[in-house]
């Protein structure tokens, strides 16, 4: 009988036992996490990663899966997913859809996740990427880098023609002549690249640097009918006229970006997220100055947020991994990488020396003539008419000139709807 009751005993002891140890199991999965993260760009993956390890350094129960989809099925990935209810957690977000995102309930307020976190400040960020993702008054995307547009160069072809290499005194007059000296057509070299898909890159700093603008202030008005646009508009069709820069259909087959890469373009207009990828194709022979003006200086200005997740279950998570990403050590991730500008203000120093071979400065010198990236509540809308009629007339459908008068009826035809709700 003491026999029988030890065993029973020591079985009591093993199932308490089994059982503590099936409740933490159950507790620990129960308690383990898992933040979706989405963004388009693979190179800023340096960064995203290292900013990832210190946030599970204080989250080390939590797993962050990051999944990087090709510009091109991006957006559409990103609103099927979410308007199903589901989607990542938190994503990288832009101006042209940042109005569609934030007034459709989309992406969280963050406001409230500041108020409360105390060590998050909005003024320690370029006031043009705050603005740029601030609704009714509110930061509903974390601000993460800043881009500006400059010139690049390959150092090679300025070398071998004993040509100096451009500097803050050029004009379109020496895109056009200097261009010209470049393009080496029996080698299928180009001087000069006006990508016409490029909208951001090329024909929006030509408008502002011609005295123009896209979209007025008050965003009730297109400017794509304006003399003023309509003649940076001809000094494109010139270039491309006179062979200087590729045509619309060669760009339409292989972008200005990679003919630049394949030594194909001496002189690139570009962002200067671009940097670290053309320094590490081009090495030395790479360089970069600051765009040539027009009547005026102007460098389109832009920038990424980090934008949450409306649905997501996981919003004091996903509020920490933000600030791991875009607070003072995300930024200082950023710059030291050499992806692009950091949003916060005091850490841009960093990103100067991050490239040492490369004037850098020229990107940040931008801020002080940049011009905002246009945008309105139906940015994308708008878009998609102003692509398809100015890529159409590039490719010989119509005139340049119609092209615009379209897109500007068309465009304010989208403003008056906007401003009528």
Not at 62 to 90: C, F, Q, R
Not at 213 to 219: A, G, M, N, Y
Not at 223 to 230: I, M, N, R, S, V
Request: net charge negative; charged share 25%; glycine share 8%.
């Amino acid at each position: 009988m003491k026999k029988m009751r030890f065993w029973v005993h020591l079985l009591l002891i093993f199932t308490v036992i089994a059982m503590s140890a099936c409740s933490k199991e159950a507790s620990s999965g129960k308690e383990k996490k898992t933040i979706e993260v989405a963004l388009w760009d693979k190179n800023a993956s340096e960064a995203v990663d290292k900013s990832i390890q210190e946030f599970n350094k204080r989250h080390p129960d939590v797993k962050v899966n990051v999944t990087y989809t090709p510009w091109e099925d991006y957006w559409t990935k990103l609103k099927t997913s979410i308007g199903g209810g589901k989607g990542p957690d938190v994503f990288w977000m832009n101006a042209p859809n940042f109005y569609q995102y934030a007034s459709s309930g989309f992406i969280k307020d963050l406001e409230p996740y500041i108020q409360e976190d105390g060590e998050y400040n909005k003024e320690d960020y370029f006031p043009a990427v705050v603005d740029l993702y601030t609704y009714e008054g509110k930061l509903h995307a974390a601000p993460y880098f800043i881009d500006s547009v400059g010139l690049y160069y390959n150092k090679k072809f300025f070398d071998e023609a004993g040509i100096p290499y451009p500097d803050e005194t050029w004009t379109w007059e020496d895109i056009e002549t200097v261009g010209g000296q470049l393009t080496d057509k029996e080698n299928g070299v180009y001087g000069y690249s006006m990508d016409i898909k490029a909208s951001q890159q090329v024909y929006y700093n030509l408008i502002h640097q011609a005295g123009g603008f896209i979209i007025s202030e008050d965003k009730t008005k297109s400017g794509f009918d304006t003399p003023e646009t309509k003649e940076a508009f001809k000094f494109i069709e010139k270039m491309i006229g006179k062979g200087i820069s590729p045509s619309a259909q060669t760009v339409m087959e292989t972008e200005g970006k990679q003919l630049f890469l394949s030594e194909k373009v001496a002189m690139l207009p570009a962002i200067s997220v671009s940097a670290g990828e053309f320094k590490e194709v081009l090495g030395d022979n790479l360089g970069v100055a600051p765009l040539p003006k027009g009547k005026q200086a102007a460098s389109i200005v832009h920038g990424i947020g980090w934008a949450m997740n409306e649905k997501t279950q996981n919003d004091k998570l996903s509020w920490d991994l933000i600030k791991a990403l875009s607070g003072e050590e995300g930024n200082k991730v950023i710059a030291e990488t050499g992806f692009s500008i950091p949003a916060d203000k005091d850490i841009s120093d960093i990103w100067l020396k991050s490239i040492p071979s490369l004037d850098l400065q020229v990107f940040l010198d931008a801020q002080e003539y940049g011009v905002p990236y246009p945008i309105s509540k139906n940015t994308s809308e708008w878009q998609d008419v102003e692509k398809k009629e100015i890529q159409g007339a590039f490719l010989g459908q119509q005139s340049i000139d119609k092209a615009l008068d379209t897109v500007a009826k068309k465009m304010n035809e989208i403003l008056a709807k906007e401003n009528s709700k």
